[in-house]
Antibody, heavy 120, light 107 residues
Framework: QVQLVESGGGVVQPGRSLRLSCAAS????????MHWVRQAPGKGLEWVAV????????YYADSVSGRFTISRDNSKNTLSLQMNSLRFDDTAFYYC?????????????WGQGTLVTVSS | DIQMTQSPSSVSASVGDRVTLTCRAS??????LNWYQQKAGKAPILLIY???TLQTGVPARFSGSGSGTDFTLTITGLQPEDFATYFC?????????FGQGTRLEIK
């Protein structure tokens, strides 16, 4: 079965860095576009970044562009999010998400999320 | 960016009721409109994609409709497990955007 397991969350001071990972299993990881989506506690969902199947094309939300870097290692079935210059408003649950296409794109599998807390 | 607006922000209903949730896009999103359900402390799950297609395993009491900029999610015959928060999402253009959510509560 499809599994996405995030790790790497924790408490970090403003301005510092953190790297999230997502271990994928149960499907052919290299065939799927992958995203990060975040959710501040008690708030709505915010798309963060997307990476193409080969890792060569990446897009970011304006709120993280220039600070976050999405990447993938298809040989290890792993998705990553390098987060630099963290701010208080980056505090959120971060979800690793698989996208599939059935006439339109859909986020059909989500990880359980990992909590990033930016606090001094 | 395409803004997604959901209404109401919260609604109370009883088991067995029929409830309709609304999502409006700031510009046309074609058929690239999805709905997700999220329960407290859990990740969202995909309910409906492409406006009206049920994801595998989703009960038939859920249905979606609409076109262009106006969309609805209807639940016919509410079950206790349906009380949750529902989000619409457009994947028509980057950045992907979500509505702010509608919280469905037990009356």
């Amino acid at each position: 079965q499809v599994q996405l397991v995030e790790s790497g969350g924790g408490v970090v001071q403003p301005g510092r860095s953190l790297r999230l990972s997502c271990a994928a299993s149960g499907f052919s990881f290299s065939n799927y576009v992958m995203h990060w989506v975040r959710q501040a506690p008690g708030k709505g969902l915010e798309w963060v970044a997307v990476v193409s199947t080969d890792g060569n094309n990446k897009y970011y939300a304006d709120s993280v562009s220039g600070r976050f870097t999405i990447s993938r290692d298809n040989s290890k079935n792993t998705l990553s999010l390098q987060m630099n210059s963290l701010r208080f408003d980056d505090t959120a649950f971060y979800y690793c998400v698989r996208v599939s296409y059935s006439g339109t794109s859909k986020m059909d599998y989500w990880g359980q999320g990992t909590l990033v807390t930016v606090s001094s | 960016d395409i803004q997604m607006t959901q209404s109401p922000s919260s609604v109370s209903a009883s088991v067995g009721d029929r409830v309709t949730l609304t999502c409006r896009a700031s510009q046309s999103v074609g058929s690239s409109l999805n709905w997700y359900q999220q329960k407290a402390g859990k990740a969202p799950i995909l309910l409906i994609y492409g406006i009206s297609t049920l994801q595998t395993g989703v009960p038939a009491r859920f249905s979606g409709s609409g076109s262009g900029t106006d969309f609805t999610l209807t639940i016919t015959g509410l079950q206790p497990e349906d009380f949750a928060t529902y989000f619409c999402q457009q994947t028509y253009s980057t950045p992907i955007t979500f509505g702010q959510g509608t919280r469905l509560e037990i009356k």
